[in-house]
């Protein structure tokens, strides 16, 4: 121990000039106490306290991610447990807005706001899961994976399960700890058997590839397999893809939007980091096939069990599994430009999410529907919002001219590019499935209009089409969906890697 | 040239009776204006770029020679007289103007058809005259059969008309052109190709020689549709349902001409195996509908198969190459045929004022209930009698010169022929002879005798501008119109015109003297033997009493003899002959048709079978598979977090172990 | 902003007017409607006059002699590895379109005059119709693939809300299976449509690109991509070139539609309102047909040799299958639906022939059903309209009743039977003509399948004449009895002035073809030259 | 010294006795009591490897964080439960699915 003393001060150097990486952390870290002092002792008095405070702080966040955007730095920090580079920081960027989205989403959400545990709370978790994200999408270290990983399911467990109104929403959260919790610890285990044959746990260490391709290839596939385990529970993809459709349905509506927006681009942020480790090893598993395997069968299962939900949340949750596939699809591509592809696609996706699930969530405020079948005849009651969800959900479907359309073009370039270079038959299996998913996910969307345009209610019930401030935010975000599916160079230009 | 200005002028005229008859005039000055002008003289040609489709131009015109020439006057001619005609015809008719309207296109279209210069134009107009056909026939549209009759019309033209634009398209393949003049004219594409080593070629163009024929035989389909040969003849009866005088324009003196005239027109791309076709389809139609002709009661209808019969002749004509003959038959019988048409018209037509005047039910189409009318309508009789006379051949008319000059072509071309086509005169003969019976016994029938309604009230005379048609139209009828001397066909000049690029009539000249001797020798016994048979009766006119003269009914006995024949041919395949009777014509052709079309409706039917169970099938069933694969995969969804963590783990361990132990 | 711009966002325009009116308004959005189609029809007759032909205009695959184009830059996003995503906003008529642009024009302002028989929810209505107005001309002017297939996918959202929202009893069933039925074939176009862009480089500033002038010319493709001529890439077993036409084929066929891909067209046409029949038929069914001479021609032809004897097949029977169809059917609108299948059938039998006339045939059969068959469904939903029944049994000697509707019938019916003196018939004849010749000329489809197809002239003389005859003619004998008497006034000056020019144009075409084929003639020549060299 | 296979053994094993409990208890403390043998079968394997580690200590930091998140998971996780059993009245997962197709 003696030996390392020396070395100490060197060490808290590197530890403050880390820092310099790490200004939005910081201030997460910093406003994350803040936002719990003020609702403890100011939300009482000052309503709007804790939201305005949050929304300022996140604020100064993206300030300072873009700051770093600016200048991102080549190498890993904190003795390499991140790397704030420029992908990362892209990342970032999305998160911090999927944050502010559903901090104005919960505002406006009736159930949460009557609440009488108040969302000062949630505010607080909300900061604490922004951090974690932000770690795992910066992430260069197994502890760090693993760290993230857990303060997001942590935060995420307990968002589920904030209000515990219902025994559905309890449920929900039940599940969603106990199946999160299997799988971090399997992850764990994993992680600590990838340790015991490499000696190291930062993956960008070239000893840990080394390691990997000494041992057989069964020790290293369990092994890796287990740590995608974890990530795989964030990503939804099968098989760790069973909670997806409980959790989604029963928790609050912006939860449900958070969680099918913010911790799965971290999480693909985070099979990105760890596929570059692992690329061009043939020591360890072929993930190229094995993900490829992975990406049709989750496109096929989320998006044809979605065909027989009747449940709007849970239908966008089968959705949003299925996306999941097609987005896997872009991460096997694998290039810079299937990473370009892939942030687009994200950030694309986390509008798409956002604003689907809020006019979900404005509807069932206003006519109480969450089935798809109580739907019926709501079109010409509330004509816009509808009108936006449409649109929303022909995005989703990935037509034009929306941005879901770009997206999906982008991502199928990005993978047929991919089968020029390599001619493997699975991509190009992988991209007939994508074609025919679209189909099949049109199915099920179509749902939406027909019950709401083209059938008609048995019962009248008296609706009017207060605008509220959600209304405006999604018309908002249908707006940009669109005018990016027709210019996407104004996203895209700024996407530079 | 003022050719354009009638076409013109024809189109106006479409309101009216008065603008009608005007335009009609017009019209008829003008073709005579032209007709002088171009017969025997240079032919005419005008053309203008119509469009051009890749490398074809396609340039629409006017082509005037004899032949369109002489149509032309024809089609004016007769058109003329029937147009003033209708003008007390159809006067109570309460859809006047639209009768004008159609008679006034068909009569465009008509000209048209035989001035174009461009076989597609032709075409347009082919059809057009089956269109307008088929609005006149279906002129009453309040009666059912009318309308079954016009679309059984159209219909019948349709499948010709196939034939028709399929003869186009082989030409307009093989030699990009469908330029009268350029295909058929002297030197034109069609003599210049040549078939070599069983090719057809026409400059780079090439085709099997098998196309040559199948080119001809195509046009000669369309012909025989249009001017109802066998075997599609099965519309003309039938389209007697529209106006009187419409049947004689259309169904007797034009547009069923304009088969024939197509022939004329594109005759040197018929091969020996058409004109050989044309030959046995002739004398088989010319044949049958006379023999169908002698047995009918209708008044119109007789005329109509006597139609059917004497284009059978032309086309006969056609065939053994007689094409001066045959156009000169089509001249004479347009208008004599128009005549008896317009007669029986102004029969029927007093008979209903009768009818109705006397309030008596009996159809006045039937020429059982009719009789002794030449006391009431003697002018109507002596036109009749006019028109028949030259229907049946008799010397000083002009029926005598056409239809001598075919039969004697016809003697002519069988004797270089051996087999069964040398029979072909004799029964263009027989035909003739049968044709003298059955238009004598309708004389008899209808004229002499007595009345056969017990009303007292007397059927008056047509009006006189009927009248005047009619006597117009005799004077047509007889030789001098045609050959100042009666009983030479050679003088005619028509013929002469019409023969300028054929072929010289060379015959034998004992045959020349013989054959109308005789011909006319025979007729004129059956004349007697109608008179006989028909005139003396008198009150009910029943078929027994006329059964019981025994000479008589040997006669008729053998006439039903063939019949009965032919019922018991009729189960063998020999079906064709079966037509001779009306009846089996009836259940054949037209059970075939109706067969057809409910055949048709039956694959219909099938085939929207299949569209709702099969096709719609497979596509349900893709919905359905995939929700089938929806319902597999939810099926993991059991709400039960261990159960989920049991699947994941299995799931992975599957994976594993399928990587790695396999 | 050059005309074609405007003739694409005039639309658009008008229907964001409709949609910020205030519903109160609402009577007026059909004015704004009609005076938009108008506008937009005397643009493209503008188009139409001021279009040059010769064989210096003739396009297909020349950049400079396209006409009234437009090119500016529209998406360009950097790709890294993969270039520049290089998507311009490329427009231009040649022959092959221009005339298609006159028939939307004149299609769509028939059909906002169809328009007045909807009664709900009219804000809605005006605002998707015109919608799909913009995105079907889109369709015909863009010749960036990309730019192409935003507005092809655009046509979809409209229709299926249109057909669903404003149809008949089983419109839900009819809108989804439209929808399904075309996306089916889109999804995988899109598909192609990538992996042409891969496959193709613009020359000059070489980056890949959309533009469907460049994927023409074999030059243009990089060494052993996917769709590079020379390559000859194999996908599944056959080759890639051929397995993207066919790709293409299926796509737009779906459109057109051919048998067996068409059993939404009788669902859809029957379930939708007046109106959205009439463009249906009257253009959407031309979309296909376009499509498949823009795209899956000039940019594969030799898949489009090999396949030619197939396509004439299929044309063939579509014709007779759909003829034999529209025979049994009770249902008028079905009847026009399946008549529709019966005539474009002769498109591709046209198309399969690669001959000018084939070729020139088959646009002329488009453009002239696109005419009729707008009048026939026009015609079919003024009885609709009075009587809310279209079953041909039910209706009997209406020509007493309505003979001026009766007058329109006959005309719409005569002419699409292939009247001569009719555009259908330069149509249909050209297209035989077109097959007939391609054994001599070509020897691409046998001359046999010209015969199987004039089989078809003379079905579809026996189903019109047939449903004529049973509708029109005979004693006045309806089933809804004197209500129905009452109800069935003859057609009033609005219908006039929607079926008269109609009745014209199919007139006017038949009399004067040169119309329509002059002004393509050369285009058609170029393309075959480039199809067939 | 004991052998590093040793503890990989024992580590096998209680992770997979943990992962058993997991998935067949019918009480959901047990099942967490199930992740909690799974994740010291983790920290055993760490901290057996991170002797090999001296340099770093990555083992034993290791050790150290996933035993404090192992803790902080199974607070959360027991809240939840105890909601739980607020509105069904037993923590049995097997019983508890409204939440299903």
Same mark, same amino acid.
């Given at each position: ?243 997806? =459709? ?16 913010? =911790? ?234 | ?40 003289? /240079? ?246 509908? &006379? ?33 001066? &003959? ?118 008899? @029938? ?20 009927? @009248? ?31 023969? !300028?690029?054929? /072929? ?20 004129? !016994? ?9 005139? @003396? ?49 009836? @259940? ?7 067969? &057809? ?39 993991? /969804? ?25 | ?12 325009? $008008? ?38 032909? %010769? ?36 427009? %231009? ?5 221009? #005339? ?26 005006? $605002? ?9 001309? %889109?369709?015909?002017? $863009? ?113 057109? #539609? ?11 046409? +029957?379930?939708?309102?007046? #109106? +959205? ?37 299929? %044309? ?86 309505? #003979? ?130 | ?50 002797? *090999? ?31 739980? *059993?607020? *509105? *069904? ?13």
């Amino acid at each position: 121990m003696n030996d390392f003393l020396p070395n100490i001060s060197l060490m808290l150097d590197s530890v403050l000039d880390s820092l310099l990486w790490f200004y939005p952390e910081l201030v997460l870290g910093i406003l994350f106490i803040l936002v719990i002092i003020t609702d403890l002792f100011f939300s009482k008095r000052f309503q709007n306290a804790v939201f305005l405070l949050t929304s300022f702080g996140l604020g100064v966040v993206g300030y300072f991610i873009l700051l770093q955007l600016n200048a991102p730095s080549e190498t890993t920090v904190f003795s390499g447990m991140i790397r704030p580079d420029k992908l990362s920081t892209y990342f970032k960027v999305i998160l911090c807005v999927v944050s502010l989205l559903f901090l104005l989403f919960i505002r406006d959400n009736k159930e949460l706001k009557s609440h009488d545990k108040g969302t000062g709370d949630l505010h607080a978790i909300l900061i604490a899961v922004l951090f974690g994200m932000n770690l795992m999408v910066m992430s260069s270290n197994l502890l760090m994976i693993y760290l993230s990983i857990e303060m997001v399911s942590v935060g995420s467990y307990i968002m589920v399960g904030y209000i515990s109104g219902t025994a559905k929403q309890t449920e929900a959260a039940m599940k969603y700890a106990l199946f999160g919790a299997v799988c971090s610890a399997m992850m764990l285990y994993g992680m600590s058997l990838v340790y015991a044959f490499t000696g190291t746990l930062n993956f960008i260490d070239p000893a840990f590839l080394s390691g990997l391709s000494s041992v057989s290839t069964l020790s290293s596939g369990i092994a890796l397999g287990m740590i995608m385990v974890g990530i795989g529970f964030k990503l939804s993809f099968v098989p760790m893809h069973f909670w997806t =459709p409980d959790v989604y349905e029963g928790a609050p509506t912006p939860v449900t939007a958070f969680l099918a927006t913010g =911790p799965k681009i971290a999480g693909f942020a985070l099979l990105i980091r760890l596929l570059d480790s692992l690329g061009g090893t043939k020591a360890a598993l072929d993930f190229n096939e094995i993900l490829g395997g992975i990406a049709l069968i989750t496109m096929i299962a989320g998006n044809f069990s979605a065909i027989w939900q009747n449940n709007v949340k849970r239908m966008l949750a089968y959705s949003s599994i299925g996306h999941t596939g097609f987005i896997l699809l872009s991460v096997l591509a694998f290039s810079q430009a299937g990473q370009k592809a892939l942030i687009f696609y994200l950030s694309i996706y986390a509008l798409m999410n956002m604003a689907a699930f809020m006019l979900a969530d404005y509807i069932e405020e206003k006519s109480g529907a969450k089935n798809l079948d109580e739907y019926k005849g709501l079109g010409q009651k509330l004509p816009l919002t509808f009108f936006l969800f449409v649109i929303v959900l022909v995005s989703l479907t990935g037509l034009p001219p929306t941005a879901g359309f770009i997206g999906k073009l982008l991502v199928f370039s990005a993978a047929l590019e991919m089968y020029n270079s390599t001619g493997s038959l699975l991509v190009m299996v992988l991209i007939i499935a994508g074609a025919l998913v679209t189909l099949v996910s049109l199915f099920y969307y179509i749902n939406v209009p027909l019950n709401a345009y083209l059938r008609q209610s048995n019962h009248e019930v008296e609706i009017t089409e207060i605008k509220t401030f959600k209304i405006y935010l999604s018309l908002f975000l249908t707006i940009i969906i669109l005018v990016l599916g027709i210019f996407p160079q104004l996203l895209t230009s700024f996407i530079v890697i | 040239m003022p050719l354009i200005s009638f076409v013109w002028v024809s189109t106006l005229a479409k309101r009216g009776s008065g603008i009608s008859i005007l335009s009609i005039l017009c019209s008829l000055i003008l073709s005579a204006i032209v007709f002088t002008r171009v017969w025997n003289g /240079q032919p005419q040609h005008f053309q203008v770029h119509w469009f051009s489709v890749g490398s074809y131009h396609l340039t629409a015109g006017i082509l005037l020679n004899n032949l369109s020439a002489g149509m032309i006057l024809l089609v004016s001619g007769v058109a003329f007289i029937v147009h003033l005609y209708s003008i007390q015809y159809m006067r109570s008719d309460p859809y006047l103007r639209r009768y004008w309207r159609y008679l006034s296109l068909f009569c465009f279209s008509m000209m048209a058809l035989v001035v174009v210069d461009n076989l597609l134009v032709l075409y347009m107009f082919w059809e057009l005259v089956g269109f307008t056909s088929y609005l006149l026939i279906g002129f009453w549209y309040k009666r059912d059969y009318a309308v079954q009759a016009a679309k059984k019309a159209f219909i019948f033209n349709r499948i010709g008309d196939l034939g028709f634009l399929a003869g186009i398209m082989i030409l307009l393949n093989q030699f990009g052109t469908l330029n009268i003049t350029e295909l058929f004219g002297d030197g034109g594409a069609i003599s210049n190709a040549m078939i070599e080593d069983g090719v057809w070629i026409s400059g780079t163009h090439q085709m099997p020689a098998v196309w040559l024929t199948l080119a001809g035989g195509a046009f000669f389909f369309g012909a025989i549709a249009k001017s109802a040969q066998f075997p599609l003849h099965a519309w003309l009866p039938d389209a007697m349902a529209g106006p009187t005088s419409v049947s004689s324009l259309i169904h007797a003196a034009t547009m069923v001409a304009a088969g024939i005239f197509l022939i004329a027109r594109i005759y040197p791309i018929f091969d020996q195996n058409i004109l050989m076709l044309m030959v046995i389809t002739g004398s088989i139609t010319s044949f049958m509908a &006379a023999t169908i002709a002698l047995v009918q009661n209708d008044l119109k209808q007789i005329l109509a198969f006597s139609t059917i019969s004497q284009l059978g002749f032309m086309m006969l004509a056609m065939g053994i190459g007689a094409y001066d &003959a045959a156009l000169f038959h089509l001249t004479t019988h347009a208008f004599f045929k128009c005549l008896l048409f317009l007669c029986a018209g102004a029969v029927i037509h007093q008979l209903e004022y009768f009818k109705q005047a006397a309030k008596i039910e009996f159809d006045c189409q039937d020429i059982r209930n009719m009789g002794g009318l030449k006391n009431y309508m003697p002018i109507t009789f002596t036109a009749m009698l006019f028109a028949s006379m030259a229907l049946a051949g008799l010397p000083f008319t002009s029926g005598y010169l056409s239809k001598d000059s075919i039969l004697l072509y016809s003697f002519d071309w069988a004797s270089s022929q051996t087999g069964l086509m040398s029979l072909v005169p004799y029964l263009a003969v027989l035909t003739s002879l049968a044709t003298t019976f059955y238009i004598a016994r309708l004389i008899f @029938k209808v004229f002499f005798g007595s009345f056969r309604q017990k009303q007292r009230i007397p059927v008056l005379e047509p009006p006189s501008i009927m @009248k005047v048609s009619l006597m117009l139209l005799v004077l047509f009828c007889v030789f001098p119109m045609f050959s100042w001397n009666p009983f030479s066909v050679e003088n005619s000049w028509i013929l002469k015109g019409f023969s !300028a690029d054929v /072929q010289v009539l060379s015959q034998s000249r004992l045959l020349h003297i013989l054959v109308p001797l005789l011909v006319t020798f025979v007729s004129f !016994a059956l004349i007697y033997l109608a008179s006989i048979v028909y005139s @003396k009766r008198d009150g009910d006119g029943s078929v027994t009493q006329v059964a019981r003269d025994s000479f008589i009914y040997e006669l008729f006995y053998h006439q039903w003899f063939i019949n009965k024949l032919y019922n018991v041919i009729f189960v063998i395949p020999l079906m064709y002959l079966s037509r001779v009777s009306s009846i089996l014509d009836n @259940k054949i052709v037209d059970g075939l048709v109706n067969g &057809a079309g409910r055949s048709v409706l039956f694959l219909g039917a099938l085939s929207t079978f299949v569209d709702r169970y099969i096709i719609d099938g497979i596509v349900n069933l893709l919905g359905s598979i995939s929700k089938s694969i929806g319902n597999v995969t939810r099926h993991f /969804q059991s709400g039960r977090v261990q159960h989920y963590m049991i699947t994941m783990i299995l799931l992975l361990l599957t994976f594993f172990i399928f990587k790695y132990f396999s | 902003m050059s005309v074609l711009s405007i003739l694409v966002f005039l639309p658009l325009l $008008a229907g964001l007017v409709v949609i910020m009116l205030p519903t109160a308004q609402q009577g007026r959005y059909k004015y704004i409607a009609l005076g938009a189609t108008l506008l937009q029809l005397l643009l493209s007759a503008f188009v139409y006059i001021n279009f040059k032909t %010769g064989a210096d205009f003739s396009g297909v695959h020349q950049r400079r002699q396209f006409q009234f184009v437009e090119q500016t830059s529209w998406i360009n996003l950097d790709l890294g590895t993969l270039g520049r995503l290089q998507i311009d906003y490329f427009m %231009g008529v040649d022959g092959l379109s221009m #005339p298609f642009l006159f028939l939307t024009s004149l299609v769509m302002f028939v059909a906002v005059l169809a328009s007045w028989e909807i009664k709900t929810n009219l804000k809605g209505y005006f $605002a998707l119709f015109l919608l799909l107005d913009m995105a079907i001309i %889109g369709v015909f002017v $863009a010749l960036d693939f990309f730019l192409f297939y935003l507005f092809y996918e655009l046509m979809l959202f409209p229709l299926y809300f249109l057909i669903g929202m404003w149809g008949g009893v089983r419109r839900e069933y009819a809108a989804i299976k439209f929808f399904l039925y075309t996306l089916c074939g889109s999804v995988f176009m899109l598909l192609i449509i990538i992996g042409l862009y891969f496959s193709v480089t613009d020359p000059l500033s070489g980056s890949h690109t959309f533009n469907m002038i460049h994927m023409m010319d074999p030059a243009n493709y990089v060494g052993g991509s996917i769709f590079s001529p020379s390559a000859g890439q194999q996908l599944f077993g056959i080759s890639a070139r051929l397995l993207a036409f066919i790709v293409l084929f299926i796509a737009f066929a779906i459109k057109v #539609p051919i048998v067996p891909l068409h059993t939404w067209l009788p669902d859809a046409h +029957v379930e939708a309102p007046t #109106p +959205v029949s009439i463009i249906l038929a009257g253009i959407l069914l031309k979309i296909g047909g376009y499509g498949i001479l823009r795209i899956c021609y000039s940019i594969f032809p030799e898949a489009a040799i090999d396949s030619s004897w197939c396509i004439g097949l299929i %044309g063939v029977v579509s014709i007779i299958y759909g003829a034999l169809n529209a025979l049994a059917q009770t249902d008028l609108k079905r009847l026009i639906a399946y008549s529709s299948v019966s005539h474009m059938g002769f498109v591709l039998l046209g198309f399969a022939s690669l001959t000018a006339e084939g070729i020139s045939g088959a646009n002329m059969q488009m453009i002239s059903h696109g005419f009729l068959s707008a009048m026939l469904f026009f015609l079919a939903g003024v009885i609709y309209n009075r009587v809310h029944d279209r079953e041909i049994a039910n209706f009997r000697g209406l020509s007493l009743l309505m #003979p001026k509707f009766t007058a329109f019938c006959m005309v719409a019916f005569f002419a699409s039977l292939g009247l001569p003196g009719f555009s259908a018939f330069m149509g249909e004849s050209f297209s035989l003509i077109g097959a007939f010749t391609s054994e001599s000329v070509n020897g691409l489809i046998p001359r046999w399948m010209a015969i199987g197809g004039s089989l078809g002239i003379l079905l579809s003389a026996a189903y019109f004449l047939w449903t004529f005859q049973r509708m029109f003619f005979g004693e006045l004998r309806l089933m809804g009895g004197e209500d129905w008497r009452i109800q069935l006034t003859d057609v009033n000056t609005r219908e006039k002035i929607a079926l008269i020019p109609l009745a014209l144009m199919a007139t006017l075409l038949g009399l004067f073809p040169a119309l329509v084929f002059e002004k393509m003639n050369s285009s058609v020549l170029e393309l075959i030259r480039l199809v067939n060299p | 010294m004991i052998p590093v296979t040793h503890f990989m053994i024992i580590s096998a094993i209680l992770f997979c006795i943990g992962l058993y409990a997991a998935i067949s208890k019918r009480n959901a403390i047990m099942v967490l009591i199930g992740i909690e043998f799974m994740i010291n079968a983790a920290i055993l394997n760490f901290v057996a490897f991170g002797a *090999y580690d001296k340099e770093v200590n990555g083992g034993q930091i290791v050790a150290l964080f996933a035993i404090v998140l192992a803790a902080a998971g199974v607070a959360v996780a027991l809240a939840i439960i105890l909601n739980v *059993y607020k *509105y *069904y009245k037993t923590i049995d997962p097997d019983k508890i699915h409204n939440l299903r197709d």
